[in-house]
């Protein structure tokens, strides 16, 4: 079956570290976007690649960095400056999909935890 | 900027009640509006989705009204179980393959038997 995986499901980081969240696709989607999700609160948009080797700031990146070197993978690495990092982060990508013109799936999610 | 206005924050009905969520919209550029479920700890599933042109779309116990003069659209669960207790986001699309989804702030459905 075709979809998104995120990994790890559960991460804790500690204060001044960097660390990695994983996004994995084999939809042959081209767009993907790392989303950022706080209790009671909707989905704020972080970063967003439409393509190979080109990705753009969302609405809150400060923090965040990505890359985007093969279509199938998307990581958001969380930086030391994030101050605020507990959180639960998901992964999309979007492309035709089923009878829809445009559908986002998402992953599984990574519950980031700052201990 | 929010740009997809969604409420109630939280709603609770009995088994068999028609829960109804409300989400109204500021950008006359979006053309697809999608429906999400998620339950704890899982990601984001779509649910139903609409374009503007059309004012009611029927999915099994799932219905979408939209209003396009009024930029409102609105979620109704017909006979709500138990098992639909969950989170439900709206959210809006920007026309062609670059837009970007924006969502709604969420309504989390309790559906007590």
């Known amino acids: 079956d075709g979809g998104i995986t995120q990994s790890p499901k559960y991460l804790f980081r500690k204060e001044g570290q960097n660390v990695t969240l994983s996004c994995e696709q084999n939809l042959n989607h081209d767009a993907m976007y790392w989303y950022r999700q706080d209790p009671g609160q909707g989905l704020r948009l972080i970063y967003y690649s439409q393509i190979v080797n080109d990705f753009q700031k969302g609405d809150i990146a400060e923090g965040y960095s990505v890359s985007r070197e093969k279509k199938e993978s998307f990581p958001l690495t969380v930086t030391s400056a994030q101050k605020n990092p507990t959180a639960f982060y998901l992964c999309?990508?979007?492309?035709?999909?089923?009878?829809?013109?445009?559908?986002?799936?998402f992953g599984s999610g990574t519950r980031l935890t700052v201990v | 900027q929010q740009q997809v206005k969604q409420s109630p924050q939280s709603l609770i009905v009995q088994k068999g009640g028609i829960p109804i969520i409300n989400c109204a919209y500021e950008n006359t550029a979006f053309d697809y509006f999608p429906w999400y479920q998620q339950f704890p700890g899982k990601g984001p599933a779509l649910l139903i989705a609409?374009?503007?042109?059309?004012s009611e779309k029927k999915e099994g116990r799932f219905t979408i009204s939209f209003n396009k003069s009024a930029k409102q659209f609105s979620l109704h669960i017909m006979d709500s179980q138990p098992g639909d207790s969950a989170t439900y986001f709206c959210a809006a699309i920007g026309s062609g393959n670059t837009g970007k989804l924006i969502f709604g702030q969420g309504t989390t459905l309790q559906v007590k038997p």
């Open positions: 999309a990508s979007k492309g035709r999909q089923g009878g829809l013109v445009y559908g986002y799936t």
């Open positions: 609409i374009r503007p042109d059309v």
